[in-house]
């Protein structure tokens, strides 16, 4: 007889998307695990110098979760270098893929990234044939990194002649991340994204600090997905209630807790296609 598989913890998110019956998606909290402080206690990173066995339960633990919903459900982790490589996953595919996004038609392979202020996207079509995750950070966000997932999707001809196909048509959703109170950034991270976009701009707020500025990443993502043309955009609308460095109780941030715990854990987003 199969053991039950546990549901998910309340605190973690499901996110309210309008993403067609059969595909499913879930981000982790640092809610729900067993590892002690500073990765206290749902790490799900394996690279952060926690507790091996304490990562594995964890890993267990978001697996369980997915197999609630869909038997034989795998997260599939990548090795995520802060760059535009994206993965296609197959029944084949292991862990440790170098690449900073993934995307499949497998069914119950769950596209997978891990997050400590980074911005996690994921996608799916209307027709619920495919669905991919990205990790965005500014250097792979700046680069392009959902560009190149979004082009898993469709060929750029292809979305221009019929948009609102279900092949084609989109949606995306937007996980925690770094909020524009706590994301201070150089003058070069800024001209980055404006070099591509002089509307980048309205993204960045000057502080008093020569060359520094607050910037908001989550508006920058949802500014280069709507100039790809990706109508459906839902999740982190850059409100505090998303911010992780903000709510030190529900989410990891690198950049809060790093310098002063000397580490902290990584978070995880999923999307998968049900069997």
């Given at each position: 007889?199969?053991?039950?598989?546990?549901?998910?913890?309340?605190?973690?998110?499901?996110?309210?998307?309008?993403a067609?019956?059969g595909?499913?998606?879930?981000?982790t909290?640092r809610?729900?695990?067993?590892?002690?402080?500073?990765?206290n206690?749902?790490n799900?990173?394996?690279?952060?110098?926690?507790?091996?066995?304490?990562?594995?339960?964890?890993?267990?633990?978001?697996?369980?979760?997915?197999?609630?919903?869909?038997?034989?459900?795998?997260?599939?982790y990548?090795?995520?270098?802060h760059?535009?490589q994206v993965?296609v996953?197959?029944?084949t595919?292991?862990?440790?893929?170098q690449a900073?996004a993934?995307?499949?038609?497998?069914?119950g392979l769950?596209?997978t990234?891990?997050?400590?202020?980074?911005?996690p996207?994921?996608?799916?079509?209307?027709?619920?044939?495919?669905?991919?995750?990205a990790?965005a950070?500014?250097?792979?966000?700046a680069?392009?990194?959902l560009?190149?997932?979004?082009?898993?999707?469709?060929?750029?001809?292809q979305?221009?002649?019929?948009?609102?196909a279900?092949?084609?048509?989109?949606?995306?959703?937007?996980?925690?991340?770094i909020?524009?109170?706590?994301?201070?950034v150089?003058?070069?991270?800024?001209?980055a994204?404006c070099?591509?976009d002089?509307?980048a701009a309205?993204?960045?707020?000057?502080?008093g600090t020569?060359?520094?500025?607050?910037?908001?990443?989550?508006?920058?993502a949802?500014?280069?997905?709507?100039a790809?043309?990706?109508?459906?955009?839902?999740?982190?609308?850059?409100?505090?209630?998303?911010c992780t460095?903000?709510?030190?109780s529900?989410?990891f941030?690198?950049?809060?807790?790093a310098a002063?715990?000397?580490?902290?854990?990584?978070?995880?987003?999923c999307?998968?296609?049900g069997a």
């Amino acid at each position: 007889m199969l053991a039950r598989m546990h549901a998910a913890p309340p605190d973690w998110i499901t996110p309210a998307w309008p993403a067609p019956p059969g595909v499913y998606a879930l981000c982790t909290t640092r809610v729900g695990g067993v590892s002690a402080a500073p990765w206290n206690t749902c790490n799900l990173g394996d690279h952060v110098r926690d507790d091996p066995q304490a990562v594995r339960a964890n890993r267990a633990r978001l697996g369980d979760a997915l197999r609630h919903t869909t038997p034989a459900a795998r997260a599939v982790y990548l090795k995520q270098v802060h760059a535009t490589q994206v993965a296609v996953l197959d029944t084949t595919s292991a862990d440790g893929l170098q690449a900073d996004a993934s995307t499949t038609r497998t069914a119950g392979l769950a596209c997978t990234v891990l997050v400590a202020d980074c911005l996690p996207v994921l996608f799916t079509n209307r027709a619920g044939t495919r669905v991919a995750a990205a990790h965005a950070g500014w250097r792979g966000l700046a680069a392009g990194v959902l560009e190149r997932t979004l082009a898993c999707f469709v060929a750029p001809a292809q979305w221009v002649q019929a948009p609102s196909a279900p092949e084609i048509e989109v949606l995306a959703w937007l996980g925690p991340c770094i909020g524009p109170t706590a994301f201070e950034v150089g003058a070069e991270v800024r001209e980055a994204f404006c070099a591509h976009d002089a509307r980048a701009a309205r993204c960045f707020a000057p502080l008093g600090t020569r060359g520094k500025y607050l910037a908001d990443l989550a508006a920058l993502a949802r500014q280069r997905l709507q100039a790809a043309g990706v109508a459906s955009i839902t999740g982190n609308d850059s409100s505090s209630r998303w911010c992780t460095v903000s709510n030190p109780s529900r989410f990891f941030s690198h950049r809060r807790d790093a310098a002063t715990l000397g580490s902290t854990g990584r978070m995880a987003a999923c999307v998968w296609i049900g069997a």
